[in-house]
T-cell receptor
Framework: KAGVTQTPRYLIKTRGQQVTLSCSPI?????VSWYQQTPGQGLQFLFE???????NKGNFPGRFSGRQFSNSRSEMNVSTLELGDSALYLC?????????????FGSGTQLSVL | DQQVKQNSPSLSVQEGRISILNCDYT??????FLWYKKYPAEGPTFLIS?????DKNEDGRFTVFLNKSAKHLSLHIVPSQPGDSAVYFC??????????FGTGTRLQVFP
């Protein structure tokens, strides 16, 4: 069974640009969550999608948005990039929604904003 | 406001000894706790979990202890192996709400 796939693996952008990251969950998983990892901050929750609906949202500005498609694949978009957006963005999938569900993480997309 | 804190950014342990990773939390509503392990260039992987109705959960070399009165969680690895070298994140949730992760502790197990 294939794991969670995130593309691209690395991305370099400049300030003010926008970026779209993609996540394909494990087959059969309907929930996708996104996290931002930065040194010293751990994993910060961005949002969770289940059956194409946003179920939960973290404390990030509106520049961060996401969506989920009918096949459970998810995309995350960041507009007007800032230097502080440089981070590893991790996607995780689970069978169902809820924090008690075991999360399966992808390898992440390393975003560098110059 | 960091609700889940891992105050030790790193820990170095000799192979065969016990590794103890600590985690403190501030939200008394947390009722489910997990540990994830992360190797470089990989996503975190689930290690072990514990519900607030228990104070201990064991899985092979890994044991998680929960002290609700102290709002403290610890992960014991016995015996430690070089392959255990990784970053360990503790996480907590309240009534199935989103998982809150700590900042991580880098464990290095040396021969």
């Amino acid at each position: 069974k294939a794991g969670v796939t995130q593309t691209p693996r690395y991305l370099i952008k400049t300030r003010g640009q926008q970026v779209t990251l993609s996540c394909s969950p494990i087959s059969g998983h309907r929930s996708v969550s996104w996290y931002q990892q930065t040194p010293g901050q751990g994993l910060q929750f961005l949002f969770e999608y289940f059956s194409e609906t946003q179920r939960n949202k973290g404390n990030f500005p509106g520049r961060f948005s996401g969506r989920q498609f009918s096949n459970s694949r998810s995309e995350m978009n960041v507009s007007t990039l800032e230097l502080g957006d440089s981070a590893l963005y991790l996607c995780a999938s689970s069978l169902a929604s809820g924090a008690n569900e075991k999360l399966f993480f992808g390898s992440g997309t390393q975003l560098s904003v110059l | 406001d960091q609700q889940v804190k891992q105050n030790s950014p790193s820990l170095s342990v000799q192979e065969g000894r016990i590794s103890i990773l600590n985690c403190d939390y501030t939200n008394s509503m947390f009722d489910y706790f997990l540990w994830y392990k992360k190797y470089p260039a990989e996503g975190p992987t689930f290690l072990i979990s514990i519900s607030s109705i228990k104070d201990k959960n064991e899985d092979g070399r890994f044991t998680v202890f929960l002290n609700k009165s102290a709002k403290h969680l610890s992960l014991h690895i016995v015996p430690s192996q070089p392959g255990d070298s990784a970053v360990y994140f503790c996480a907590a949730s309240a009534r199935g709400d989103k998982l809150i992760f700590g900042t991580g502790t880098r464990l290095q197990v040396f021969p």
